[in-house]
Every structure is written in structure tokens, then in C-alpha cells.
């Protein structure tokens, strides 16, 4: 199995599928944790991908950067989050605990790989998937950050500056438009390399790459 084959790409998307699992169900019990119970009682407190996987975010929009030369990147369907039953660090904490749990997600495998490799039990294709784990964990983390409903960024934009929780269904339509934009023409893509490498820089420096 190697980059570019069809092998390659279901595996890319079965560990993009898993690291936003992970990021929604961090985003549902944090919340859940702070004082919200709305996602838990949704079922959201899960990794099962029915419960979180969104058609055009988890899907089309990965595809769209793997076809323009990139690394996965995409979103699950939101965890809803009532700021009215979270004091505001809990609600910041809440928001910020699906970027956060992809670069926990990202660590955990840099320590695997170098276990491993200590370990003498390195082998090419872990090596592979776990690196290309990593990856999609920086660029999620980055992604998410983004200024854009339903991503992350847009919930903190719109608590700071708009002064309520989220912004509506137009909103998500036009970011979806942007977004694949921006991916088919590789403009994304040229943006999150950077981030790409520094990563890699940060890994390298840790001996987890």
C-alpha cells in the first residue's frame, strides 16, 4: 500500500473518520463535564461514526483535498453546546476540546512510532499510517480553527465578537462553498503546508517523527 492508491485513500479516510470521532466526542464530554448535557443525552459522548459523521464535512470535503494533492482534512457534524448552562470557561473549554484532542491524538501516535521504532518492531506500513495519523491531526486541529461555521473558530468568533453562540444555516452553506474553493484551486492546501512542516519541525525536535 502506497500514497496515492486506492488502498491508501480508504485508510487516509478511516483515520481522518477516527480523529473527528475523537474531536466531536471531546467537544460532548467536555461540555457534558462543565454543566451541558445536551450532546450526551443526543448520544454524542460515543466514537461510533453514525453518530458524528456528516456527509459533505467528513466526506466530500476530504475528498476535495486529497484530489487537489493534499492531506485530509474535514469536520464531523457539530456537537451542540447551550452556552447558557456553562459558565464561560466552561464553554471556552468545551470549544476548545476537539482542537485540542487532535493534537493529543497527534502526540499519542509520535509516541507509538518512536516506541515502536525503539523497540526494533518498526515496519513500513504502521510507520506509514501512523506519520499520516499525525498529519491529519495537526491539519484537523488547524483546520478546525478556522473562522468558519461549523468549525471551531467560528464559535469563538462569534461568542467574542458577535456576542452569541453560533452563527446560522446560511452561514454553513457559504463556508462549505469557500472551503471547497479554496481546496479544489489548492489555496487551502498551500495554507495548512506550512503548518504541515512546522509540525513535522516540533516532532522531529521531540523524537516522535
Partial sequence: ??????????????????????HETAHAAVAWWGGDPTARDLGRVTLN?????????SLLVPA????SGGHPVGAARPV??????????????????GPLSNVVLALVAGMLLRVLTELGLAAPLPDLLLRELILINVGL??????????????SVLAAVVFRQPGLGGTAFVTSLVILLTLSAFGILGRVLNPV???????FEALGLW
Fill in 80 to 97: 451542540p453546546i447551550n452556552p447558557m448552562l456553562l459558565s464561560r470557561w466552561n464553554y471556552a473549554g468545551a470549544v476548545a476540546a
Fill in 1 to 22: 500500500m502506497r500514497p496515492g492508491e486506492p488502498a491508501y485513500l480508504l485508510a487516509q479516510l478511516a483515520l481522518l473518520i477516527f480523529s473527528v470521532c475523537v
Fill in 196 to 202: 504541515y512542516s512546522a509540525a513535522i519541525r516540533v
Fill in 49 to 57: 461514526p453514525i453518530a458524528h459523521v456528516d456527509p459533505l464535512w
Fill in 141 to 154: 486541529a488547524a483546520f478546525n480553527l478556522l473562522p468558519l461555521p461549523p468549525l471551531d473558530g467560528s
Fill in 64 to 67: 476535495v483535498f486529497v484530489a
